[in-house]
Every structure is written in C-alpha cells, then in structure tokens.
C-alpha cells in the first residue's frame, strides 16, 4: 500500500481533458513540492512535472500540476494516443528520518 | 547530454548479494545526488534511498536498512547498489536516478530529472 493515494486507472478519448489525483498527508504533500512521472511501456520512467506545476524542456504544454494542502493533480488537455501510460506522484516525507513515497501509480488508457 | 548507463541483468539465488554499476556522463558526477528506485514485477516505484558523490555520504530507506549499501568511484563517474540477503521478493527492475545538487548538505527532494535505463534482477532458486 502506497503512502500517496492515486486512482489505479484513468481513461479518456482523444482530444479529451484528463485529471489524475493523489492524496497524502501533513508529512509529505502538506509539506513538500510534488513531481510527477510519465512511464511508458517497457521504459524508465521520466520527470514530467517538477515543484508542483513546472514543466521540464520539452514537456508540451498540454500536461499541467497543482497542489493544494495535502493533494495533488495532474492534468492531460488534448488527450493523444501517446500519452497512453502508467503515471506516478511523489514527494519527500519528513518523517522516519526522510524519505521519498510514491503513489501507486495510475495506468492512464486513451480510448 | 546527460546519460545513466546501468549494468547488465543478473539472475541471483536467495541469500545472494547483488551489485548494480550506474555510469554517468555528461555532467560533474560528484554535483548531484544519485538515488536508487526500484520496481517490481506489474507493481510502482519504490525508493531505495541515495548517495552523495561528493561527500559519499547516504540516507536509505528504512526498509532496506542493513542489507543495502550504496558507494561510489569518482574516477570513473559509477555509483553502485549493492543489495544482499536477497529474497525472491526483491525480484525487480533496480533504476539510479540524478537527484538534486551535492552542495546541499542533505537531499530531500523527490526530483530525478534524468533516469537509468533499469537492471533486472531476478532471485530464483
């Protein structure tokens, strides 16, 4: 069980607005900037939001972060076929001498 | 450009200890942290814990407290991951991953903007 709390899947067609959530706590989101990973099939992941809302070079802007108290969400505007994949939060958590969690991952499908 | 060349897969027995390189080039190795992520089988990530290059000083997981060692030669820009008594559980795709600036005295970011291509380790009888 994962300490940031995301939904297992997202789906949505193509051209469509997508959200993926995830949940924490007071020692983690509450507490530190959140980034968020894109993982393709077969593939390492990658930085695809950093310190909550910034977008790495060559990131399309149709990908955007937010944070509020102790959650996060990612946003996919324009849905495309390639964005089909698995998707991570994480943050730092301040307890047991400091650590990084993530969340379970959410396996986004474009129908 | 910035590279994190991983070793080869390994296949080891219960009770093993295991040794993963992580080469990197295209930047000052001593001046980022470098962390190690792994991922089980269909499962997500999980963070193991980090190295400073510079300093080779280290922050692990609680969970891999006493079976994981992480060490680094900077004459040739490799960090390493060494896991031992290894169970079938830790069965996994083991990823390094650039962290923040080695000028901070300690890391506590969840920021790798630059990832290794994954080592799997299998542990089988």
């Known amino acids: 069980q994962s300490v940031l709390t995301q939904p297992p899947s997202a789906s949505g067609t193509p051209g469509q607005r997508v959200t993926i959530s995830c949940s924490g706590s007071?020692?983690?989101?509450?507490?530190?900037?959140v980034n968020w990973y894109q993982q393709l099939p077969g593939t390492a992941p990658k930085l695809l939001i950093y310190s909550n809302n910034q977008r790495p070079s060559g990131v399309p802007d149709r990908f955007s972060g937010s944070k509020s108290g102790t959650s996060a969400s990612l946003a996919i505007s324009g849905l495309q076929s390639e964005d089909e994949a698995d998707y991570y939060c994480?943050?730092?958590?301040?307890?047991?001498?400091?650590?990084?969690?993530f969340g379970g991952g959410t396996k986004l499908t474009v129908l | 450009q910035v590279q994190l060349v991983q070793s080869g897969a390994e296949v080891k027995k219960p009770g093993a200890s295991v040794k993963v390189s992580c080469k990197a080039s295209g930047y000052t190795f001593t001046g980022y942290y470098m962390h190690w992520v792994r991922q089980a089988p269909g499962q997500g990530l999980e963070w193991m814990g980090w190295i400073n290059p510079n300093s080779g000083g280290t922050n692990y997981a609680q969970k891999f407290q006493g079976r994981v060692t992480m060490t680094r030669d900077t004459s040739i820009s490799t960090a390493y991951m060494e896991l031992s008594r290894l169970r079938s559980d830790d069965t996994a795709v083991y990823y390094c991953a650039r962290g923040g600036f080695s000028s901070d005295t300690y890391s506590s970011s969840s920021r790798f903007d630059y990832w290794g291509q994954g080592t799997l380790v299998t542990v089988s009888s």
């Open positions: 994480a943050a730092w958590d301040d307890s047991l001498n400091g650590h990084v969690v």
């Open positions: 007071s020692s983690n989101i509450g507490s530190n900037t």
